[in-house]
């Protein structure tokens, strides 16, 4: 069965600093799509980026990027220049087939001043 | 990108009684999905709501509990009967439309609900 797996439930970074969430899944399958969401306080869930199984490049949209490593099935977030509106819960998702998602229980990130 | 809605956005209920909560979207879309976000989990994805056909349910979830309607492209309700304290969660639409050489899934801003 495919999982996703977020071993970090909290984390902290100082504004302006780097911080990497981590997130590995299991798949036996070999063409897929992974996804950061970030979900703020009380507020509507967005998507933050997206990588094809099939790229070798990693995605990156300015400030977030991703190392994605197909063999060992690893799909990290690094934020880049923290700041304070990044604080939020940050899910990662596994696309199954055309439509199913299957969410990591998310990893809480805090940003401190 | 699609704009969706939800309402109500938080309700409180009694043990036994069950809560309609309408999912509105601003462009047709052919699949919606409902999930459940329980405190401090992920989310599952509840059922996929096709308009013109009956929902499909996942796992673990039963169209008695979870009725589900799909009257046209742009609305969907999701039912949650005979409630009890467990059912206390987050409900959250979404939509998959395809924009460019991709899908990308859109969600609501949930309704949270307190089971007492």
């Known amino acids: 069965a495919q999982t996703v797996t977020q071993s970090q439930p909290e984390m902290s970074v100082q504004e302006a600093e780097t911080v990497t969430l981590s997130c590995t899944y299991d798949?036996?399958?070999?063409?897929?799509?992974l996804f950061w969401y970030k979900q703020p306080p009380s507020r509507q869930m967005i998507l933050v980026i997206r990588?094809?199984?099939?790229?070798?490049q990693n995605a990156t949209e300015n400030r977030f990027s991703v190392n994605f490593q197909k063999a060992a099935k690893s799909f990290s977030l690094k934020i880049s220049d923290s700041q304070l509106g990044d604080a939020a819960m940050y899910f990662c998702?596994?696309?199954?087939?055309?439509?199913?998602?299957?969410f990591g229980t998310g990893t809480r990130l805090k940003v401190l001043a | 990108s699609a704009v969706i809605s939800q309402k109500p956005s938080r309700d409180i209920c009694q043990r036994g009684t069950s809560l309609t909560i309408q999912c509105q979207v601003d462009?047709?879309?052919?699949?919606m999905f409902w999930y459940r976000q329980q405190p401090g989990q992920s989310l599952t994805l509840i059922a996929t709501a096709n308009q013109g056909s009956e929902a499909t349910y996942e796992s673990g979830f039963v169209i008695d509990k979870f009725p589900i309607s799909r009257p046209n492209l742009t609305f969907s309700t999701l039912t949650v009967s005979n409630m009890s304290p467990e059912d206390s969660s987050i409900y959250l639409c979404?939509?998959?439309?395809?924009?460019?050489?991709?899908?990308?899934?859109?969600f609501g801003p949930g309704t949270r609900l307190t089971v007492l």
């Open positions: 462009s047709q879309v052919t699949m």
């Open positions: 990588q094809e199984a099939y790229k070798q």
């Open positions: 998702a596994y696309r199954l087939g055309t439509y199913k998602y299957i």
């Open positions: 979404s939509v998959e439309m395809r924009l460019a050489a991709y899908n990308e899934q859109f």
């Open positions: 798949t036996s399958e070999s063409d897929y799509y």
